[in-house]
């Protein structure tokens, strides 16, 4: 078993599951009233966006448990580094937003998901 890989899934399915259950928790609150027509398929708009994330990371922690308990032969390290730089361009992106977006209210430490990104690309980096 490739323990660097099976740690990545394990963080990836416990972002999942906080995506999930405390994400959509806290994302239904920001439910505008429903007078608002625009306002309100905005926020439709993002809630689905938001569950298709879900998607993305159930599926990937599905694929690193695979990739880290099976033996996938010259296959392994390729799929490995995919991931590897699927999570770094996560982390870039989250900066890059972050940065675009301009909110002197919410700092990087604030909403530190980027860091976790990075973290799990150098494990995979490590288990490659």
């Known amino acids: 078993m ?22 959509t928790k806290e994302t239904a609150t920001l439910a505008p009233p429903r007078s ?6 905005n926020w439709v708009q993002a809630m689905c966006a938001f569950q298709m994330l879900s ?4 599926v990937v922690a599905a694929a690193l448990f695979g990739i880290a308990v ?6 392994e390290r ?17 900066i890059v937003q972050m940065k675009v977006l301009c909110n002197t209210a919410v700092s ?5 998901h980027w860091l976790v ?10 288990g490659s």
Not at 70 to 75: A, F, H, R, S, V
Not at 117 to 124: D, E, R, T
């Open 78 to 94: 390729p799929a490995i580094l995919f991931f590897g730089v699927l999570f770094f361009l996560w982390g870039v992106v989250w």
């Open 2 to 23: 490739n323990i660097w890989v099976f740690i990545v899934a394990c963080i990836t399915l416990a972002a999942f599951l906080a995506h999930v259950v405390i994400g």
């Open 108 to 112: 990087l430490w604030r909403l530190p």
């Open 70 to 75: 099976l033996n996938l032969g010259p296959l």
């Open 55 to 58: 998607v993305d990371l159930l």
């Open 36 to 41: 608002e027509t625009q306002r309100n398929a």
């Open 117 to 126: 990104w990075f973290v799990c690309s150098a494990l995979l980096l490590l």
